[in-house]
Every structure is written in C-alpha cells, then in structure tokens.
C-alpha cells in the first residue's frame, strides 16, 4: 500500500473522531505484515483522562483482529495546519508492537512526513530490558 492510500484512510476514520472538549479531530491507520490495515480515531470523555487516542484505538482493533505484532507502519492525520504526533504514551503503546515502525504524520494540506519510532522514542523502556533480568 502506498503511503498516501494509507493516510487516506486514516483520513477517512478521522471524521468520526468523538472530540467534542478539544475539537481536535485525529485519525489513524496502522497497517500489519500482511497488508491488512486497522483504523481508529479520537474518543474524548468528559472525564478527560478517559480520553483514547486515535493511535490506541487503531491499535486496540488490530490486536483484537489477532494482530499482536509486526505491525509495519501507522497514518496519523489531524485538521491542523501542522503535523501531528503520537503522544507520549502512545509512543510507548506502539514500541511494544512495533520497534521497527515508521509513523507517516499528515497535515490538513496532505504534506506528510516520516519519523521511525526509535527517533520518537529513543533510549525507549521495552521488552528487552525486561528480559535481560
Ligand atoms: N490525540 C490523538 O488522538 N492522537 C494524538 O497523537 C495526539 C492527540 C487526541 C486526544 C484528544 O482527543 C485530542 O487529540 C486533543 O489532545
């Protein structure tokens, strides 16, 4: 899939973003080994730490669809005129599925850019630390 039929479906998610405290619509699109793509947008709460992520709702439907892993790359895209990043603890959500993943941000204007998840999140808390016990 190219990377701009997968920020179109993110795209796509976005305008059923719940965010009625923020405004601030987003949606995401995570695309797995096998081709098949996962989407989610923004849910807010009125109880604003119940809020989900537009990242953590994409991600909550691959595993549930039996994708734990491999997943290759993630859309985000926002209404805003400038490019918008995942989160920290979104960072964190994504590293344990994917430490090779590449995060495609796009802006309203449809310019995009591309960071690796290790440039988002370096020196980043994993599995590995876990396992070297
Ligand atoms: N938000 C996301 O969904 N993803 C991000 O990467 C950044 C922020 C949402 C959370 C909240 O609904 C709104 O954007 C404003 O923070």
């Known amino acids: 899939m190219t990377d701009r039929k997968l ?19 987003v949606g995401a699109a995570i ?16 109880a604003f730490g119940a809020t989900v992520c537009a990242e953590a709702g994409a991600v909550a439907a691959a595993v549930a669809a039996g994708h734990s ?8 895209t926002s209404e805003g005129s400038s490019y918008c990043f995942p989160c920290g603890t979104c960072r964190q959500l994504l590293l344990e599925f994917a430490p090779e993943l590449e995060i495609l941000s796009a802006r309203a204007d449809g310019r995009y850019v591309s ?12 599995k590995d630390q876990m396992n070297s016990l």
């Open 7 to 25: 920020i179109d479906l993110a795209r796509e998610v976005m305008v059923n973003s719940y965010s009625p405290y923020s405004r601030f619509k």
């Open 69 to 76: 892993g491999g997943f290759k790359r993630i859309a985000i």
């Open 115 to 126: 960071y690796s998840i290790s440039a988002l999140l370096p020196m980043a808390f994993g």
């Open 31 to 46: 695309e797995c080994e096998d081709g098949s793509v996962f989407a989610g947008c923004n849910i807010e709460n009125a």
